[in-house]
């Protein structure tokens, strides 16, 4: 587990490194690859004082993410995923879902009585599948899609908050070409909806993992499409 969450560590300090530097370069109006950023350091006399600017406020704005992804509470960072204000968890509507599991709703709502007496309400489905996770939560099948889920929530979450910054980086360089924009725009914004899907995807995989297990249905079954 210490080795996984060094991983864990590691990859969110690289991701945020990664899209630090593209802000760099796209706020110094370069286009994006490794030459520009090699030439760019060759240059760092000539480019020198924006050069000196943009590249702390770059290094800044990398550092606060990864820090912020990892004191971010799950809480906000499920509403960010799923965006949703209350009950954000994707186990929130799991007994009464309108995409494709691994088991049938009826065997579902006949184990889990307590949830459709209580109308389905989806503070009652939280808690009742939080219940079943604290049973199963150390079967692999479920130790490793909440591994793999924390780790792709957390890069959506910074993938989201370097978007954002982008925008605002937009805004302040309204000059750069817009060859050079659609550049940055198509990296930023692919890399934040493939993160949010896949991220939505192993979030209902891992809630409906856990409930294939309720039903017996063993560590190998458990494989919905997600929404």
Known sequence: MKFLSFFHLALVIVF?????????????????????????????DQLSPQIVYVAIICSLIAVAGALLVQRLSDSW??????????????????FLSSRKQP?????????????????????????????AYLRQSGKPVVLNTRIHWSMLRDLYVLALYFLVFFLIGW??????????????????????????????RTGYRLVD????????????????SGK
């Open 16 to 44: 945020a490194a990664l899209n630090g530097i593209m802000l760099y370069l796209f706020m110094l109006q370069l286009p994006f690859g490794l030459d520009p950023f090699l030439i760019s350091l060759a240059a760092w």
């Open 77 to 94: 960072k499920n509403r960010l995923l799923y965006a949703r204000g209350q009950y954000p968890h994707p186990a929130s509507d799991v």
């Open 103 to 131: 088991f049938e709703a009826a065997d579902l709502q006949a184990k889990f009585s307590r949830v459709k007496d209580a109308g389905f309400s989806r503070k009652v489905q939280t808690e009742v599948w939080q219940e």
């Open 171 to 200: 805004v302040i360089n309204l000059g750069v070409p817009f060859q050079i924009v659609a550049i940055y725009l198509f990296l930023y914004g692919t890399q934040t909806l493939f993160l949010m899907l896949t991220a939505r």
């Open 209 to 224: 993992n856990v409930l294939a297990l309720e039903l017996g249905l063993g560590d190998g079954a458990a494989k919905s």
